[in-house]
């Protein structure tokens, strides 16, 4: 029965959760779209930089990174090796660091005056953005320092994801006859989560972030 | 509540529900940034005095009638519905900020408290809990917008009064038509407030400067914005705007006040004619000769203190600061400053109410940063800010004299 | 223009800044019982057109002003 569970996680819901992902912020654009503008100016002052420019500088460009390094799930670019990198990038830092940041942000939540200004979406989105971090570090740190003959290299996961945006599915078996498929289960499981609970969340600021901050400089 | 009126007060919220307000019900992410931002949380840490925790008693609505996660796990984003808790604490949100957007300049993702606590006030207004006082003003100057005939007579008789004041100042031989009204075609409209020095000050400038100007009937202050009644506000200031078209004037130029260049600069669209402050007119007579000022006339350590809505909101940051360096030797700039200077605390119509221990307070950031710098003499181009700055002055017991950029101009004119 | 009227209560206005005049005689007014006088004392231009447009949206009447140099003292009864 966890077989076809996971089956169903690891490719249905994969393409459900991207579905809703990409409809969901169509939606809400389409909504920003055909909503009312502000008839003045929201401008604040001095604009140093021009509109553009400004805003990418202000707008949180950590996700690209994010992105970046997913994008190698998918296969080899050039692009990306400009810079010589094992994948994935950063040795298992990045999840190391994303984990004490998400930390950081949840043990702060415990604290005044954050504590008031919380809402249980606060708490929920941290713990689980944490353990999808967590559990993907450990899929990560354990293949690349090969702890136990770990034996999940980033060519299954290719293989894995290659085959999902060929729209051609399937489960390698190094993924799905390993001890790890549990943990691999769960980490698709909970990234499914926040992609489908993206659009319809504070994590929404992704998006609007841009949309903001052009505001502040129209 | 009853239910009509909860009716009354989501149709409020559905018509408030525009783009901006969209990016941020979803964009806020509580990230408490703001916190160390607003003056009214520096001078008294409480929740619903930070910006994020007054816009969120206005976000838990908005996700409650208006967003689908709201309504569907109303738990999940403590969404919460119109209740009198509720309206209480959105008065005490919307009612301790002043509108400076000091946070919107701090916040990663430029969100406009400001903006949201103009929807609160709107929600009040309807309520029935907006304050007397704002809501008893704005009705006069609607009033006097809709009979302003009746008021023309008494209105030139004291400004005849005043021209005499300007004339001795400028030693002129005749006091006729040196505050002119009703004037067609002119290249500036002056818009002034109630108080003599916001009419002689500029005038003696204007005169000085030899300008086609004429003065407008009404005051540049809008109650029905500090309100935060929509209608009533569009109306008082549309008597500008169609005063200021009648008489095809070129350039309507705001008297030193922030919320009425603000209003006319900012939110009322596109407009058939400039708008400037009084304090960009002055800078521009200086600048090409038409006016000639002391040079470091004042030995006395001077600083300016921004209104928000000309520095943060408005762009002027240099003019005044120009105007200043040349009349004044020992110049003084406050920590922080320009678009990180803090707010006085008598904005958004704060000043106008019964709240001074409130407004002494929160003005504490304003009080440490005046005091730093050591100067005897405090400018500012806003008549709600030098008053709230008297305030602090008289709360705080501090040796300063707080004066208006015109005032100081108009003290060393060279005529 | 009467001197004669008798004002209850006298307030001084003089000098002070924008909006303070009307809400001071608002605040004051409501103290008051109907009938009574008020006469305030300003030197505010824009009290001339303030005033009236303030009695005429509150209902209250302006009996007379009178007008001295630069101060002016409007003389305000409270209707209701």
Known sequence: ?218 | ?415 | MSTEIKADINMDLKGIACPMPVIKVSQQIKKMQVGQILAAETTDPGAHADFPAWAKSTGNEIVATEKKDAVTVFFIKKLK
């Open chain 2, 1 to 415: 509540m009853e239910k009509s009126q909860i009716k009354e007060l989501k149709s409020i919220l559905k018509s408030r529900y525009n783009r901006p307000m969209k990016y941020y019900i979803d964009t806020c992410t509580r990230c408490g940034l703001c916190y160390d931002t607003c003056h009214a949380y520096d001078g008294i840490p409480k929740k619903e005095f930070s910006p994020v925790g007054r816009a969120e008693v206005l976000r838990k609505l908005y996700k409650r009638y208006r967003s689908l996660s709201g309504m569907l796990f109303p738990y999940f984003t403590d969404a919460a519905g119109f209740s009198d808790k509720v309206m209480d604490q959105l008065h005490e949100a919307a009612w301790s900020c002043t509108g400076c957007r000091r946070c919107m300049v701090n916040c990663p993702f430029g969100i406009d408290t400001g903006m949201m606590m103009g929807v609160a006030k709107h929600l009040l207004v309807a309520y029935g809990t907006a304050p007397e006082e704002l809501v008893m003003l704005a009705d006069a100057a609607v009033e006097k917008g809709k009979s302003i005939d009746e008021f023309k007579e008494g209105y030139r008789g004291v400004i005849k009064d005043l021209e005499k004041t300007v004339q001795q100042k400028l030693n002129l031989p005749s006091p006729e038509n040196l505050i002119p009204m009703e004037k067609m075609n002119a290249d500036i409209m002056y818009v002034g407030l109630a108080g003599a020095h916001s009419i002689v000050n500029p005038a003696i400038i204007f005169n000085a400067a030899k300008e086609n100007w004429t003065l407008s009937y009404f005051e540049g202050v809008n109650f029905g914005f500090f309100a935060g009644d929509p209608e009533k506000a569009n109306f008082i200031a549309q008597r500008i705007i169609k005063e200021a078209v009648a008489l095809n004037v070129k350039e309507v130029v705001m008297v030193e006040c922030g919320t009425a260049f603000r209003i006319l600069h900012s939110l009322m669209g596109e407009l058939p004619f400039k708008v400037s402050s009084i304090v960009e007119v002055i800078y521009r007579y200086m600048e090409s000769g038409k006016i000639k000022l002391k040079k470091n006339a004042v030995t006395e350590a001077v600083t300016y203190h921004d209104p928000c809505q000309l520095g943060r909101n408005g762009g002027i940051f240099e003019e005044p600061r120009d105007i200043l360096k040349h009349i004044v030797s020992d110049y003084r700039e406050m920590t922080p400053t320009r678009e990180h200077n803090w707010c006085c605390g008598g904005g958004g119509g704060l000043g106008a109410l019964d709240n001074e221990e409130f407004r002494i307070k929160t003005g504490k950031p304003k009080k440490d940063q005046i005091v730093k710098t050591g100067a005897k003499i405090v400018v500012s181009a806003c008549e709600n800010c030098v008053s709230q700055l008297q305030v602090i002055k008289s709360g705080y017991g501090l040796d300063i004299e707080v004066k208006y950029l015109t005032e100081i101009v108009c003290e060393n004119l060279d005529v």
């Open chain 1, 1 to 218: 029965m966890w077989d076809k569970i996971f089956h169903y996680v690891l490719i249905h819901m994969v393409y459900l959760a991207f579905a809703v992902f990409f409809g969901g912020i169509l939606f809400k654009l389409i909504i920003v779209l055909f909503s009312k503008k502000f008839k003045g100016s929201l401008a604040t002052y001095p604009r140093k930089l021009p509109r553009p420019i400004g805003i990418a500088a202000e707008a949180l460009i950590a996700m690209v990174l994010l992105v970046l390094g997913h994008l190698e799930l998918i296969k080899e670019f050039k692009f990306i090796q400009i810079i010589k990198h094992d994948v994935f990038l950063g040795a298992g830092f990045v999840g190391i660091t994303f984990m004490i940041c998400t930390l950081y942000f949840l043990f702060r939540r415990f604290k005044s005056p954050w504590r008031e200004i919380s809402v249980p979406e606060d708490f929920l989105l941290l713990i689980l953005l944490f353990l999808t971090t967590v559990i993907g570090s450990h899929l990560h740190i354990g293949e690349r320092y090969e702890m136990a003959q770990f034996g999940l290299n980033a060519e299954l996961y290719r293989e894995y994801f290659g085959s999902l945006v060929a729209f051609k599915p399937v489960i390698p078996e190094g993924i799905s006859l390993s001890p790890h498929y549990v943990l691999v289960a769960l980490h698709i499981f909970l990234a499914n989560l926040v992609l489908m609970m993206l659009p319809f969340s504070k994590m929404m600021h992704m998006v609007f972030a841009f949309l903001s901050l052009n505001l502040k400089r129209k």
